[in-house]
């Protein structure tokens, strides 16, 4: 099976060139698409145990919204293999990275009051979710500007989306300065 390739500004960014390209590499990577929904699943927690906590301050929009939609978008996907493309790879491997950062930041600081002096960096990972975010955005505006990608209603509905939770990030930054 061949593979499409296109250049931008000397980059290889990967473009299937047909359905069943699309098709063939969803299945490749389902298993890690479901690992994916159920890490997105578990987050989801978050706002449960803040409720039950009754830490009201940390159950925000920008929480509510984004733990309850990724697991529907990540169910979406892996559901309907045709629909989706690479940017949904590109966007949920950098999501999974930064998760992995903000998760061990909550763990240390979890550990106590003492390792408050080693947590300097809790708000690189807002940056990092909005950059995050922004590469997505460009990634996938890319995909469909060059025909790579085609803007069906789903992909639509992803990139506006993405877009709002950008602006959430954005925001929550701009609060916590």
Not at 37 to 51: H, M, S
Not at 53 to 59: P, Y
Not at 136 to 151: A, D, H, K, R
Request: proline share 2%.
């Amino acid at each position: 099976m061949k593979v499409s390739h296109f250049m931008l500004n000397n980059t290889d960014l990967y473009c299937p060139s047909n359905i069943e390209e699309k098709v063939l590499f969803s299945q490749r990577f389902q298993h890690l698409g479901w690992l994916i929904f159920l890490n997105k699943a578990f987050d989801l927690f978050d706002t449960v145990f803040f409720v039950l906590r009754k830490k009201q301050n940390q159950v925000t929009t920008l929480h509510v919204v984004h733990h309850a939609l990724m697991p529907l978008f990540c169910w979406l996907g892996l559901r309907n293999l045709h629909f989706g493309g690479f940017y949904l790879a590109v966007g949920l491997g950098m999501n999974a990275v930064i998760h992995t950062f903000m998760y061990l930041y909550y763990g240390l600081s979890a550990l106590g009051p003492n390792m408050t002096k080693y947590l300097w960096w809790k708000k690189y990972i807002t940056i990092l979710q909005i950059v995050q975010f922004a590469i997505f955005l460009v990634y996938m505006s890319i995909g469909f500007l060059n025909g790579c990608e085609q803007p069906g209603k789903m992909e639509i509905t992803i990139f506006v989306f993405v877009s709002f939770m950008l602006v959430l990030f954005i925001n929550f930054y701009k609060q916590c300065k």
